[in-house]
């Protein structure tokens, strides 16, 4: 019912910033929390941020809090995450991921590489 679609990852120096996207296609309006994932080589996947769609509630892990900013535009079904002072254990296979209930994530998309050096 939703197809999610990642981008903006790529290669920056520690410190560095980038900002990632997430395009949502299909049954949009039944969503409820939109949210960032990650997953380094030989890690579990660990959750990053998500938001509400009013965009009114949000919340981060503590490993980027104050460094990372989650918002929406629901004209363009699109949920950004601006990462600002990357450091290299950012480095993951970020994924987005949607929720009708909030209570787990339903729908995922492919993932965009994120790779931090130093």
């Known amino acids: 019912q939703v197809q999610l679609v990642e981008s903006g990852g790529g290669l920056v120096q520690a410190g560095g910033s980038l900002k990632l996207s997430c395009t949502a296609s299909?049954?949009?309006?039944?969503?409820?929390?939109t949210a960032w994932f990650r997953q380094a080589p030989g890690k579990q996947r660990e959750f990053v941020a998500h938001?509400?769609?009013?965009?009114?509630?949000?919340e981060y892990a503590n490993s980027v809090k104050g460094r990372f900013t989650i918002f929406n535009d629901n004209a363009k079904n699109t949920v950004y995450l601006q990462m600002n002072n990357l450091k290299p254990e950012d480095t993951a296979t970020y994924y987005c991921?949607?929720?009708?209930?909030?209570?787990?994530?339903?729908?995922w998309g492919r993932g965009t590489q994120v790779t931090v050096s130093s």
């Open positions: 991921a949607v929720t009708p209930t909030g209570a787990s994530y339903d729908y």
């Open positions: 938001i509400s769609r009013s965009g009114i509630s949000s």
């Open positions: 299909g049954r949009t309006d039944e969503l409820f929390f």
